[in-house]
T-cell receptor, first 114, second 111 residues
Framework: DVKVTQSSRYLVKRTGEKVFLECVQD?????MFWYRQDPGLGLRLIYF???????EKGDIPEGYSVSREKKERFSLILESASTNQTSMYLC?????????????FGPGTRLTVT | QKEVEQNSGPLSVPEGAIASLNCTYS??????FFWYRQYSGKSPELIMF????GDKEDGRFTAQLNKASQYVSLLIRDSQPSDSATYLC???????????FGTGTQLKVEL
């Protein structure tokens, strides 16, 4: 059974704090993704990684960084949290393929920055 | 310009009816398409995917793809209140290893 886990379901941080969100998958997937989801804006890709130590910017990378030291783990870092980073953060993973490219999502982390 | 478009809804259907959810895409290079269901406060859950023109059926769900017209649809037969959720359409273009998501259609199945 596919399993993607995220370190926290709910997180409250103060403005200026450094925030770490962690994602772990147990499916040996090559690709991992970080999204944020806001009402009316849908899912927006922040960063993704297609291999260990490899990363690519998504549509909204500003204010974020990522780390992938092991295949199963992908971390999202908010260097200095701001109130406009209050959002639902979703991690996903997938295999690499031509037709079978389904992404599986973790439960999400609802981050509030005060 | 949005690459994957969905009507935000809400789409209301009575219990037992067929719900029809539509999605259009702008990139003709898109190769495969995915439908996700998302309950309020939860993460998206994959329902099915399709990459060939025509219909693909899985239980009460049927995905339809028309590449010439650049649209994808999801039909839900015998709709149940438990089908009430937001349905996300996503397209894979084969480059960049990523999916492009629509903003989702909210479906309400009424008793």
């Amino acid at each position: 059974d596919v399993k993607v886990t995220q370190s926290s379901r709910y997180l409250v941080k103060r403005t200026g704090e450094k925030v770490f969100l962690e994602c772990v998958q147990d499916m040996d997937h090559e690709n991992m993704f970080w999204y944020r989801q806001d009402p009316g804006l849908g899912l927006r890709l922040i960063y993704f990684s297609y291999d260990v130590k490899m990363k690519e910017k998504g549509d909204i990378p500003e204010g974020y960084s990522v780390s992938r030291e092991k295949k199963e783990r992908f971390s999202l870092i908010l260097e200095s949290a701001s109130t406009n980073q209050t959002s639902m953060y979703l991690c996903a993973s997938s295999l690499t393929g031509y037709t079978s490219y389904e992404q599986y999502f973790g439960p999400g982390t609802r981050l509030t920055v005060t | 310009q949005k690459e994957v478009e969905q009507n935000s809804g809400p789409l209301s259907v009575p219990e037992g009816a067929i719900a029809s959810l539509n999605c259009t895409y702008s990139d003709r290079g898109s190769q495969s398409f995915f439908w996700y269901r998302q309950y309020s406060g939860k993460s998206p859950e994959l329902i099915m995917f399709i990459y060939s023109n025509g219909d693909k059926e899985d239980g009460r769900f049927t995905a339809q793809l028309n590449k010439a017209s650049q649209y994808v649809s999801l039909l839900i037969r015998d709709s149940q209140p438990s089908d009430s959720a937001t349905y996300l359409c996503a397209a894979f273009t084969g480059g960049g290893n990523k999916l492009t998501f629509g903003t989702g259609t909210q479906l309400k199945v009424e008793l």
